[in-house]
């Protein structure tokens, strides 16, 4: 993981040209399949950003989102732009930030109407903690002259569909409301990279600045006004939270930098005083006169690798045999652990990096069951390692 970098990504130049704005001395970075990202720093913090423009769409979202992640393996993904509210409770210009996102085109179609089969991403607890904090202390907007109110930060659901909403009285919007009146915003994208990031185990925040009620009023006149406003906060809330997340991480390393230090202190402490002595002591693993304290699996070669990763599809197999597991969840996460075995016996630098994007979608599909995650997380650095 890229400790220091964040990736936030927009659907509309406009959008793009807010966040970009925010940016220290971008520079271009091309993906081999074409796509286009720049890379700068927030201005005044060391935090990168790689920005990237997915288009309209669910679909190109998702397949951006992907592409992001695997090139920059970033702290965050963070979707930023604008949206419509669903309820005029939510006020032009105020920010949403998602607690979860609905892609609310699921559905069943019966005689007796259209039944509601959403999919439902929530947000990383942790981004959902920081964002919320961040909103509570309020310092995160632009000050700029002239500009009204300063919009303030709400949470809650936001739906993602296929198709630009603007009417309060059509069936389908009627059908929006009534099956999702929880959801504070409207917008097209949000599902795309929320499953992207799901599949990867990769933390999404969904951002978005509100540019008009979806309810039949958009106009022109309208749009000019509110869409850059809308754009421009939900850019100065994302930027703030992407120098909040990568500091974090900083803090981080160095608890872990310190834990560290402690734990080699203590390993040369007991190796070289409990020659003629009983010692008692909780350890990961004891190898000669050597004790290791919470000891990860070791993993020096593919083949050492390879056998944890057999190991690990032991404990899926009784995960799943247990009821712990759902079958279609089970089958994918055999998929990845296959790929990422196949990947880890090639040993080659490429092949380490296509096993330790594997382990990431695995670690996604396995997130709600922590034994798995822990068993999982020191191969994913493992893969990194090993070639």
């Known amino acids: 993981m890229s400790k220091d970098l964040v990736v936030i990504l927009t659907a509309l130049n406009l959008e793009y040209q807010a966040v970009r704005r925010k940016l220290a001395g971008p520079q271009v970075h091309r993906h081999e399949r074409g796509t286009r990202f720049e890379v700068g720093t927030v201005q005044g913090t060391s935090c990168r950003v790689a920005l990237g423009l997915t288009n309209k769409g669910n679909h190109s979202a998702a397949v951006i989102a992907e592409r992001a992640i695997q090139e920059f393996s970033p702290v965050a993904v963070l979707f930023v732009g604008v949206a419509g509210a669903l309820w005029d409770t939510t006020r032009l210009g105020d920010v949403v930030m998602a607690t979860h996102v609905y892609a609310y085109h699921g559905g069943t179609s019966e005689d ?64 929006i409301r009534q099956h999702y009146n929880d959801a504070l915003a409207i917008e097209m994208e949000a599902a795309g990279v929320a499953q992207a990031g799901h599949l990867n185990g ?21 749009d000019r006004n509110w869409q850059p406003r809308a754009a421009a906060n939900a850019a100065a809330f994302a930027a703030r939270l992407a120098v909040e997340l990568v500091g974090e991480q900083e803090q981080i390393a160095m608890s872990q930098a310190g834990r560290a230090d402690t734990t080699g202190k203590l390993e040369g402490h007991v190796r070289n005083t409990a020659h003629n002595s009983t010692v008692g002591i909780m350890a990961g693993s004891v190898k000669e006169s050597s004790v290791y304290l919470n000891a990860d699996p070791k993993v020096t070669s593919p083949a050492d690798l390879v056998g944890e990763l057999d190991a690990l599809r032991e404990h899926l197999k009784r995960h799943h045999a247990e009821g712990v597991l ?62």
Request: aromatic share 6%.
């Open 112 to 175: 007796d109407g259209l039944k509601a089969r959403p999919r439902v991403w929530e947000a990383a607890h942790g981004i959902s903690q920081l964002g919320s904090y961040l909103a509570r202390v309020n310092d995160w907007a632009d000050d700029t002259p002239g500009r009204g109110r300063a919009p303030q930060v709400r949470f809650g659901a936001i739906a993602a569909g296929e198709v630009v909403q603007n009417s309060k009285i059509s069936a389908e919007a009627r059908w």
């Open 326 to 387: 759902d079958d279609d969840t089970y089958r994918e996460a055999l998929a990845e652990l296959g790929f990422a075995r196949r990947a880890a016996r090639e040993k080659t630098p490429e092949s380490s990096k296509r096993a330790t994007m594997a382990l990431k979608r695995l670690r996604g599909l396995i997130a709600e069951f922590p034994e798995l995650v822990a068993r999982l997380a020191p191969l994913v650095v493992a893969a990194g390692d090993v070639s």
């Open 202 to 222: 990769a933390p999404v925040a969904i951002i978005r600045g509100i540019s008009d009620r979806a309810d039949g009023t958009k106009s022109s006149a309208k």
